[in-house]
């Protein structure tokens, strides 16, 4: 009953926290933070100046960072919304990427409504005082006759020749269209079919994509002592949710696309990509100890020592990327025992150091907590993650301007970025008809290090089209 009572009584000492809002960017990738940054770099890349230019140039971003797969559904609560599917997932169907690209047109300042077909999801958007038909999932949008403007869906059931004779009248996109296999004439039998949906919402989603994200930050933050090595590859299995993980079509998507190939070139077929976390607070730092809450408990030695009754350490590992698996490791002096929380610490499952992959699986807020009556000797975490290769801030051939925003550190702590990638050399890319690693060859790896915030970091990648991106590693670490 004393142990009780002492551990009800005792407070709780909430840590100073871990590295907040650390961000990556470079001048030619798009910051993927916030809709609001998409919609901002999208344009700014592009140069976009009308509205019909800024539309397209938002719809083939999109078509860049997504691709065939199946509806990313997670558990409720949790939900999927356009930030979670771009920078988690990278897939969808058809209801779920256009919401996401209603998502970005809303953002852009227009109107969008959903125009439901027998079999396929469409939307449409509304700026300079008419409708605008986009369609990133079948890959098509239709210049009018007289190239005015982007055609709406009412006015190709009024002229079927705007999309029957759009390709050899150069009114389509020059790269992608209909690159899936799709055809025009299912295009316009499939408008035939259309019903137009009220005006949306911002919040009006479609199957498991929903309008906004809901409980979801894209924020990275890491403790010191963390290690998050994001790579461009993804390891056989290791999804946060059923399926594949590929691109349904195979590489039809990029391997003729004079911009979006050169990037994926290296790849194979668009797939999930993995990273991985590693954690293991040295608890003779005072910055990673920051990071730690701790109830009836202390720092003595390198070990964290309960100083009456039980002690308790939590352990915090938020990410915005869905955790797959993890391993956890403990060493105790005494009695211990460990819980571990996929929702923030509102619940928490009974652990035993190994494989704690069902408990973590598909979640983000993850944390770990320790209960002792001796010490707390040692506690380790390495768990892989799954997110979005194709909208991380990756290098480009030449001269790179990449800014590092360390967020808020612990007192004490320091944070490390670290590129690796493959400078790469093919045919002259002003003859190559096809990507796909044909006839490329690559230099030895490099490893690039940038400590601290300074700016600017600039990075000259050679060879004479986009590096093969090996990862991108953030580390936050005592001083």
Known sequence: MRMLMALVLLPLLPAAGPAEGIKVTTDRTVDTGSLDAIVRDVVRLSGAKTNDEKAIAIYTWLHHAIFHNAYPVEKAPQSVGPLKAIRVYGWGLCGGQHTILKALFETAGWKVRYR????HTTIEVFYDERWHYFDVFLKCYYWTKDKKTIAGQDDINQDPSIVLDAEKEGRVPTDNYLCCGDEAKGVVDGCKTSKPYP????????ASVTGRDQGYSPALTLPSGATLRLEWKGESGQLAVGGQGRHSCGTKDFRSDKDLGPVLQHYGVRNHSNGRLTYAPDFTRAADLAAVTLRGAEAK??????SGGQGVAILALPLPYAYVSAQLEAAFEGDGKLAVSGDGGKTWAPAAPGDVSAIVKQK???QIKAEFAGTLAKLRVEAVVEHNRSVQPYLLQGRNQVTVAPGKLAPGAALSVTYAYQEATGPDPAKRQRFE??????AAAKTLTHEGAAEPWTIEVGGNTAPRMLYLEYSVHGK
């Open 116 to 119: 439901g077909w027998e079999g």
């Open 437 to 442: 690693d044909q006839g490329v060859t690559y």
């Open 364 to 366: 983000y807020d993850v």
């Open 199 to 206: 005006v949306s919402e911002h919040k009006d989603g479609w």
């Open 301 to 306: 030695g390198g070990k964290l020592t309960a």
